[in-house]
């Protein structure tokens, strides 16, 4: 599950993340559509948002990460952002999981 908070995103796991993982964290991505009559839209205004700073809970099922910026004017909202973990080997310790694992969300408002 992933939740918004005024400074930054959680991303909530169902398994322990351990903090090896968590450095292996490689990016955010977002981009946005236009809505048009015809099907379909390219990704515009794609870029690469930096990652100012990221914690891992003491049980490991949450990880606050904090986007350098993040918050400050309108660039933030109505954009789809991706977060990558691109190498899982014994992210949850003995726990198997996918080799790569994404994360994508559309960010309409930041709450309070």
């Not at 379909?40 to 809970?57: F, N, Y």
């Not at 990460?65 to 909202?77: I, Q, S, T």
Request: glycine share 8%; hydrophobic share 35%.
């Amino acid at each position: 599950m992933f939740t918004t908070r005024g400074r930054g995103s959680e991303i909530h796991f169902t398994k322990p993340l351990t903090k090896a993982a968590v450095a292996k964290l490689a990016q955010v991505k977002s981009w946005f559509y236009t809505n048009t009559a015809e099907y379909g839209s390219p990704e515009h205004d794609v870029r690469e948002d930096p990652i100012a700073s990221t914690k891992l809970s003491d049980d490991g099922l949450t990880l606050s990460v904090k986007l350098k910026g993040f918050g400050k004017g309108d660039c933030w909202l109505d954009r789809i952002y991706e977060i990558t973990f691109p190498e899982t080997e014994g992210a949850f310790g003995k726990h198997s999981a996918w080799e790569r694992l994404q994360a994508f969300f559309t960010l309409r408002a930041i709450p309070k």
